[in-house]
């Protein structure tokens, strides 16, 4: 089946995101980093600019799922990580312009969507299938399911910062009740697996455009993606609304795939910060200090600009 064309969104929106990291490393030691953006049609990088200690030696490279990696060498004691970025998005919230249509079946989807209907390390769906059939099993199948399990999840789930646990799988934060972003996309993405429809893994920064945070939260948001008829939809049981300016960093069949670093030898973390916050562009640059008096973001209102045009700044 053709994917269904939609027009590109106008950028009329303008986001300064990025991390900054610290390891410290004893003996020989080795980091994955997925921290850049991937292209995506719902936005445009502007200026980007990723700082890997002291020169330490690196490689960059794409992965089977299109993240954008670099592979960095580690030195002995303290090493020290930044990623900043000027990205355009649109004001239209999630989903904008895509059309409802009917999903495929097994048989007709693409070849290489077809790994997201299996369950993986943390989206265990085959333990679901019984529970998924009960709750879900009398809804439409496609989009109508889709936001019924993201509801129930939203309804059901407590939301507790801090909660996570690297070895939970969606399973075992249904036993739990309650977790983190990432938590509430495993769960999501296995639900839907267990109806062959496709769902992957989304992580990435996510301002609070039009939907203010009073604890100010500034981190990598998790979320899930369906394909459904020729589309990846988001879906986002963590708050269970549209939102808007999410930036795209990575995705895959779970975390494993999403993780933000992943470390190879004797290196432990030991300072983490990361940044999304909408300004007006123009006004601010990569490696500017970060100034959140110039935020205009974590309001109810939406500030636009003129639609960005590549090349024009």
Same mark, same amino acid.
């Given at each position: 089946?053709?994917? !269904?064309?939609?027009?590109?969104?106008?950028?009329?929106?303008?986001?300064?995101?990025?991390?900054?990291?610290?390891? &410290?490393?004893?003996?020989?030691?080795?980091?994955?980093?997925?921290?850049?953006?991937?292209?995506?049609? /719902?936005? #445009?990088?502007?200026?980007?600019? +990723?700082?890997?200690?002291?020169?330490?030696? #690196? &490689?960059?490279? &794409?992965?089977?799922?299109?993240n954008r990696v670099c592979r960095v060498t580690l030195?002995?004691?303290? /090493?020290?990580?930044?990623?900043?970025?000027?990205?355009?998005?649109?004001?239209?919230?999630?989903?904008?312009?895509?059309?409802?249509? *009917?999903?495929?079946?097994?048989?007709?989807? !693409?070849?290489?969507?077809?790994?997201?209907?299996?369950?993986?390390?943390?989206?265990?769906?085959?333990? +679901?299938?019984?529970?998924?059939?009960?709750?879900?099993?009398?809804?439409?199948?496609g989009l109508p399911r889709v936001q019924a399990i993201?509801?129930?999840?939203?309804?059901?789930? &407590?939301?507790?910062?801090?909660?996570?646990?690297?070895?939970?799988?969606?399973?075992?934060?249904?036993?739990?009740?309650?977790?983190?972003?990432?938590?509430?996309?495993?769960?999501?993405?296995?639900? /839907?697996?267990?109806?062959?429809? !496709?769902?992957?893994?989304?992580?990435?920064?996510?301002?609070?455009?039009?939907?203010?945070?009073? @604890?100010?939260?500034?981190?990598?948001?998790?979320?899930? @993606?369906?394909? *459904?008829? %020729?589309?990846?939809?988001?879906?986002?049981?963590?708050?269970?609304? !549209?939102?808007?300016?999410?930036?795209?960093v990575s995705c895959g069949q779970d975390a494993v795939?999403?993780?933000?670093?992943?470390?190879?030898?004797?290196?432990?973390?030991?300072?983490?910060? *990361?940044?999304?916050?909408?300004?007006?562009? %123009?006004?601010?640059?990569?490696?500017?200090?970060?100034?959140?008096?110039?935020?205009?973001?974590?309001?109810?209102?939406?500030?636009?600009?003129?639609?960005?045009?590549?090349?024009?700044?």
């Amino acid at each position: 089946m053709a994917s !269904p064309v939609t027009p590109l969104p106008k950028f009329d929106l303008t986001v300064r995101v990025g991390c900054s990291l610290a390891y &410290e490393v004893t003996g020989t030691a080795s980091l994955l980093l997925n921290l850049k953006p991937r292209p995506d049609r /719902n936005h #445009a990088v502007i200026f980007e600019a +990723l700082a890997l200690g002291a020169n330490l030696p #690196a &490689e960059h490279f &794409e992965d089977s799922h299109g993240n954008r990696v670099c592979r960095v060498t580690l030195a002995p004691g303290a /090493n020290f990580f930044r990623h900043d970025a000027i990205v355009a998005v649109s004001s239209q919230p999630d989903n904008h312009g895509l059309r409802v249509s *009917v999903p495929e079946a097994p048989h007709e989807l !693409p070849p290489d969507v077809l790994r997201y209907t299996l369950p993986s390390r943390y989206c265990d769906s085959d333990k +679901l299938t019984n529970f998924a059939w009960e709750k879900f099993g009398q809804i439409e199948h496609g989009l109508p399911r889709v936001q019924a399990i993201s509801k129930w999840i939203h309804d059901n789930l &407590e939301y507790r910062y801090l909660s996570g646990r690297a070895d939970f799988s969606a399973w075992d934060v249904l036993q739990r009740g309650y977790g983190v972003c990432r938590d509430f996309a495993h769960l999501a993405i296995a639900l /839907n697996r267990t109806f062959n429809l !496709p769902a992957r893994y989304v992580t990435g920064h996510m301002p609070d455009i039009g939907f203010p945070d009073p @604890e100010n939260h500034m981190d990598f948001h998790a979320y899930a @993606e369906v394909y *459904v008829g %020729g589309q990846w939809f988001t879906t986002d049981a963590r708050f269970h609304v !549209p939102r808007i300016g999410r930036i795209k960093v990575s995705c895959g069949q779970d975390a494993v795939d999403g993780a933000f670093s992943t470390i190879y030898g004797g290196a432990t973390l030991t300072y983490f910060q *990361v940044w999304a916050y909408q300004v007006a562009r %123009g006004t601010v640059g990569v490696g500017d200090p970060l100034d959140f008096s110039r935020r205009l973001d974590n309001r109810w209102t939406v500030q636009t600009e003129a639609p960005y045009a590549a090349g024009a700044i």
